[in-house]
């Protein structure tokens, strides 16, 4: 059973540039969500998507954007990096289904360095 | 108030002690509660997760939560060198909302 996938593993790009980011859920799930680790801190959440659209968003900005493709998989965009955006980004898939259960599972992120 | 409360100070013990680990919160919409366990340049890999206040226990590891006190805890018993990682608490609202938020998380090293 394939976990979450992502790619590229490491990318560098300079101020100004875009940068798109890939996601394959893991087999089964139909939910991603996307967040940004900064070096020594917790990942913040970025958004979510389900059923191609964005269901939920957390405080970043606009340049900020994603798409989710009929077989779940999704990508991350982001415009006009700044030196900031240097982090590393991870997707997280799950089932949307009520129950107990409300688990995410991760993949091993992409890094990005911005210089 | 940030929503989750971890504080992120490094935590060295020898193999075989006690580890404990700690998050407050602030959002009482949180029902779902987690801990990740990461390695070094390496995604969160869940851990435990447990569904409103209790108990959980699964070999090493037991989570506690206190709605009551908005207190989540994970307890590592007879740790091992291969537990040396960063831990991350995270909780969610109710399904459909499942955003997660994160604790800065704790910077274990287990010393053999």
């Known amino acids: 059973d394939a976990g979450v996938t992502q790619s590229p593993t490491h990318l560098i790009k300079t101020r100004g540039q875009q940068v798109t980011l890939r996601c394959s859920p893991k087999s089964g799930h139909d939910t991603v969500s996307w967040y940004q680790q900064a070096l020594g801190q917790g990942p913040q959440f970025i958004f979510q998507y389900y059923e191609e659209e964005e269901r939920q968003r957390g405080n970043f900005p606009d340049r900020f954007s994603g798409h989710q493709f009929p077989n779940y998989s999704s990508e991350l965009n982001v415009n006009a990096l700044l030196l900031g955006d240097s982090a590393l980004y991870l997707c997280?898939?799950?089932?949307?289904?009520?129950?107990?259960?409300?688990?995410?599972?991760f993949g091993p992120g992409t890094r990005l360095t911005v210089l | 108030q940030k929503e989750v409360e971890q504080d992120p100070g490094p935590l060295s013990v020898p193999e075989g002690a006690i580890v404990s680990l700690n998050c407050t919160y602030s959002?009482?919409?949180?029902?779902?509660f987690m801990w990740y366990r990461q390695y070094s340049r390496k995604g969160p890999e869940l851990l435990m997760y447990t569904y409103s206040s209790g108990n959980k226990e699964d070999g090493r590891f037991t989570a506690q939560v206190d709605k009551s006190s908005k207190y989540i805890s994970l307890f590592i018993r007879d740790s091992q060198p291969s537990d040396s990682a960063t831990y991350l608490c995270?909780?969610?609202?109710?399904?459909?909302?499942?955003?997660?938020?994160f604790g800065k998380g704790n910077q274990v090293v287990v010393i053999p």
């Open positions: 995270a909780m969610s609202a109710a399904w459909g909302n499942n955003r997660l938020a």
């Open positions: 959002n009482s919409a949180f029902q779902y």
């Open positions: 997280a898939s799950s089932l949307d289904q009520r129950g107990d259960s409300n688990e995410q599972f």
